[in-house]
């Protein structure tokens, strides 16, 4: 069994800042990809940014030069850091990751999401 959980969200004023976790825990042998997806009502859940297990990422454009992702291998943990947050960032926020489990078995999930209000 794996289990993420996330933590970090919460209120913030416009150019506000925020860091989200994302930590796994369980039966994991190796992590690949880890990810963060948002959510915001009436809309399908996209792509915020993704960093593989040799730390390359990649970004939606939405966030490019305000969001900063980045792991820590030793914790199984993965961050979003949020700058100049904007009244368009609020959404539920999701991470994904994609590990072994064992050297044979590969397991993906979400975490159980976290909500982040931009709001003066």
């Known amino acids: 069994q794996v289990q993420l959980v996330e933590s970090g969200g919460g209120l913030v004023q416009p150019g506000g800042s925020l860091r989200l976790s994302c930590a796994a825990s369980?039966?994991?042998?190796?992590?690949?990809?880890m990810a963060w997806y948002r959510q915001a009502p009436g809309k399908q859940r996209e792509l915020v940014a993704a960093i593989t297990s040799g730390g390359r990422t990649n970004y939606a454009d939405s966030v490019k030069g305000r969001f900063t992702i980045s792991r820590d291998n030793a914790k199984n943990t993965v961050y979003l850091q949020m700058n100049s947050l904007k009244p368009e960032d609020t959404a539920v926020y999701y991470c994904?990751?994609?590990?072994?489990?064992?050297?044979?078995?590969?397991?993906?999930?979400w975490g159980q999401g976290t909500q982040v209000t931009v709001s003066s």
């Open positions: 369980g039966s994991i042998f190796s992590i690949n990809a």
């Open positions: 994904n990751v994609d590990l072994w489990a064992t050297r044979s078995v590969q397991w993906t999930g």
